[in-house]
T-cell receptor
Framework: DGGITQSPKYLFRKEGQNVTLSCEQN?????MYWYRQDPGQGLRLIYY???????QKGDIAEGYSVSREKKESFPLTVTSAQKNPTAFYLC??????????????FGEGSWLTVV | AQSVTQPDIHITVSEGASLELRCNYS??????LFWYVQSPGQGLQLLLK??????LVQGIKGFEAEFKRSQSSFNLRKPSVHWSDAAEYFC?????????????FGKGTHLIIQP
C-alpha cells in the first residue's frame, strides 16, 4: 500500500545528543513536510521541501536540520541546539501542481522524549 | 499572514446528538480550507476540503462543512455523532499555490462523546 512511513515510533534522547527521525513515502509526491505537535499548540511547520536537494525553513526551524537527497525520503535531525525537543513529530507529503487545494497526507508520527 | 482560529478547545456531545465545530480563518486571498481528524497518538486523516465551487462540502464519515466567506468561517458538522468520533479535530488553511508551502493549522478541538 502507498503511504508515509515514519520511524521510529518512539525515541528517547539524552541531553546534548542529536537524533534523526526517518520519513519515507512511496506516493511519488514532490513535496514533503515536517510538523511539530505540542499539546494545545496545534501543528507547527518545521521544514518543507518541494524538490530534491532543496528545502525551506518553516515557522520553527531553529534547532532542526533536514536533507532531501531522494524524492522518497526527508529525514529530520533534532540537534542539541533545540532546547525543548520533547514533542510529537509528523511527516507529511503532497503532490505539486497548478491546481489548488492539494491534499497533504500525514504519516503516523514519532514521539520524541528527552531523558 | 494566514491564521486559523478554533474557538473551542473542548466540546462534549452526547452520542446521537448533532455536532458543530467552529473554524475561523484569516487570509487575504481565496482560502483553501481543510478539516483533519486525529486519534490519540496517530497521524492526521483528511475529512474534507474546500477550494472552489459549492460552499457545502461533503466528507468522509458523514461529516460536512460549509464555507462562509462573509463570516470567514468553515464550520464542521455532523448530524449524529458516534462514540468513535471522539478525537482531535484540526482546521487548516492553505495558500493558492497548491499548498506547496504547507498548511497553517488551528490549535484543534478535542471532541468528547458522552454515552
Amino acid at each position: 500500500d502507498g503511504g508515509i512511513t515514519q520511524s521510529p515510533k518512539y525515541l528517547f534522547r539524552k541531553e546534548g545528543q542529536n537524533v534523526t527521525l526517518s520519513c519515507e513515502q512511496n506516493l511519488n509526491h514532490d513535496a514533503m513536510y515536517w510538523y511539530r505537535q505540542d499539546p494545545g499548540q496545534g501543528l507547527r511547520l518545521i521544514y518543507y521541501s518541494q524538490i530534491v536537494n532543496d528545502f525551506q525553513k518553516g515557522d520553527i526551524a531553529e534547532g532542526y536540520s533536514v536533507s532531501r537527497e531522494k524524492k522518497e525520503s526527508f529525514p529530520l535531525t533534532v540537534t542539541s541546539a533545540q532546547k525543548n525537543p520533547t514533542a510529537f513529530y509528523l511527516c507529511a507529503s503532497s503532490i505539486l501542481g497548478d491546481f489548488p487545494g492539494n491534499t497533504i497526507y500525514f504519516g503516523e508520527g514519532s514521539w520524541l522524549t528527552v531523558v | 499572514a494566514q491564521s486559523v482560529t478554533q474557538p473551542d478547545i473542548h466540546i462534549t456531545v452526547s452520542e446521537g446528538a448533532s455536532l458543530e465545530l467552529r473554524c475561523n480563518y484569516s487570509y487575504g486571498a481565496t482560502p483553501y480550507l481543510f478539516w483533519y481528524v486525529q486519534s490519540p497518538g496517530q497521524g492526521l486523516q483528511l475529512l474534507l476540503k474546500y477550494f472552489s465551487g459549492d460552499t457545502l462540502v461533503q466528507g468522509i464519515k458523514g461529516f460536512e462543512a460549509e464555507f462562509k466567506r462573509s463570516q470567514s468561517s468553515f464550520n464542521l458538522r455532523k448530524p449524529s455523532v458516534h462514540w468513535s468520533d471522539a478525537a482531535e479535530y484540526f482546521c487548516a488553511v492553505g495558500d493558492s499555490g497548491g499548498g506547496a508551502d504547507g498548511l497553517t493549522f488551528g490549535k484543534g478541538t478535542h471532541l468528547i462523546i458522552q454515552p
